[in-house]
């Protein structure tokens, strides 16, 4: 199993390095068009589309698992922080499997929706250009599989008890996995 966990956490890492990749390129393209638009008075084609539909759909939805695979998706406990520590670990782990659920529900539906684009050839034309955007209708089952891969061998960990390998103990981020 812990090995199972180490594939999952390097797949998970690569592609939010992917993400974080996204971010990088949008910001430069944003910088270029700001910088054709006011000194060459010629702005860059295509930008808004490319930022909107390729780098923010890239960086909103393939990091979700590496959030996950950190426990760091943001929560609100009202309720459950007054309880004794064995409830909290036991209500956590019996949540997955609404999550996997959900998520799983998600994945089939973004890539049905996904593979329509695609036979469509979805695109949009701004000014003279056509922008094909149906590969980015792929991120999204991309992202919500891979959380669901997380979030099902999280639950497989609470139910066994095994060391889960999804990240380093000696990590320098500050989050805890729910097994330990």
Request: negative net charge.
């Amino acid at each position: 199993m812990y090995r199972i966990g180490r594939a999952l956490s390097f797949v998970t890492n690569l592609l939010t390095v992917v993400a974080g990749l996204a971010i990088t390129l949008m910001m430069l393209h944003v910088t270029a068009d700001v910088v054709a638009r006011t000194v060459f008075n010629s702005p860059l084609p295509g930008t808004i589309t490319y930022v909107s539909n390729w780098y923010m759909v890239l960086a909103g939805f393939i990091p979700l698992a590496f959030t996950e695979q950190k426990s760091a998706h943001i929560s609100v406990e009202v309720v459950v922080e007054r309880l004794p520590g064995f409830v909290q670990k036991h209500l956590a782990g019996w949540l997955l499997p609404v999550s996997i659920i959900t998520f799983a529900i998600l994945t089939l539906r973004t890539f049905e929706e996904a593979i329509v684009k695609y036979e469509v050839g979805a695109s949009i034309v701004q000014g003279a250009s056509k922008i094909w955007v149906w590969p980015t209708y792929f991120f999204l089952p991309v992202g919500c599989g891979l959380m669901t891969l997380v979030v099902t061998y999280k639950f497989l960990i609470y139910l066994t008890g095994q060391p889960s390998g999804l990240h380093d103990e000696q990590s320098d981020t500050g989050f805890e996995a729910i097994d330990d």
